[in-house]
């Protein structure tokens, strides 16, 4: 079975200021995907970035990259110029490429604040 | 485009009483939809997966019977919560899995969520 870990809980940077979010995750399988999502106080869940693990490029999203490392199964997350409105809960997430329901594994989540 | 939208957003019922729940794509159609549970400060917890036109598969320790799901379209699916008690209070999302289209198949879009409070 697959699995994710975000092991920092919590996070607070000063706005604009550049943050990274870790995650690591477990699997056997050679090909999937990953992603992060974001859920603000409204708790609506926000696709923030998705990585084929085929694809050795980095995924980037404007201020959103991130560093993926498959051979040592690292996935996280680089906001730069941080604002106020990417305070939220960030859950990185492992989906199997193909095969079954293809579900989303989630990690336990990591709350970043943005302080002015 | 993706948007998923719930309804409710809000909900307050009684004690054994039943209450539906609606997740609906509202600009794709969705081969698979998905079901989950988010207690607070937690992670999503997935309740149970839904194909169109056929039975939802549950994940363990998750009662089939008290959360009765029905995916009748390519666009609807409803969570029906069963003689609702306090314990079932918490805030359930839906997402849905577009059909075809590299790129778009692979994604969960997610709906607004539903809060659920059981008195």
């Known amino acids: 079975a697959q699995t994710v870990t975000q092991s920092q809980p919590e996070m607070s940077v000063q706005e604009a200021e550049t943050v990274t979010l870790s995650c690591t995750y477990d699997?056997?399988?050679?090909?999937?995907?990953l992603f992060w999502y974001k859920q603000p106080p409204s708790r609506q869940m926000i696709l923030v970035i998705r990585?084929?693990?085929?694809?050795?490029q980095n995924a980037t999203e404007n201020r959103f990259s991130v560093n993926f490392q498959k051979a040592a199964k690292s996935f996280s997350l680089k906001i730069s110029d941080s604002q106020l409105g990417d305070t939220a809960m960030y859950f990185c997430?492992?989906?199997?490429?193909?095969?079954?329901?293809?579900?989303?594994?989630f990690g336990q989540g990591t709350r970043l604040t943005i302080n002015p | 485009g993706a948007v998923v939208s719930q309804h409710p957003s809000w909900v307050i019922c009684k004690s054994g009483t039943s209450v539906k729940i609606e997740c609906r794509s509202l600009d794709f159609q969705a081969t698979t939809m998905f079901w989950y549970r988010q207690f607070p400060k937690q992670s999503l917890m997935l309740m149970a997966t839904?194909?169109?036109?056929?039975?939802?598969?549950?994940e363990q320790g998750v009662e089939k019977d008290k959360f009765l799901i029905n995916h009748a379209s390519l666009t609807l699916s409803t969570l029906t919560v069963t003689s609702a008690h306090p314990e079932d209070s918490s805030f359930y999302i839906c997402?849905?899995?577009?059909?075809?289209?590299?790129?778009?198949?692979?994604?969960?879009?997610f709906g607004p969520g539903t809060r659920l409070l059981v008195l």
């Open positions: 997430a492992f989906m199997k490429h193909a095969g079954g329901a293809q579900k989303l594994v």
């Open positions: 699997t056997s399988e050679n090909n999937y995907y």
């Open positions: 997402s849905a899995r577009a059909r075809g289209g590299r790129g778009v198949s692979e994604t969960q879009y």
């Open positions: 990585q084929e693990a085929y694809k050795q």
């Open positions: 839904s194909n169109e036109g056929s039975k939802a598969t549950y």
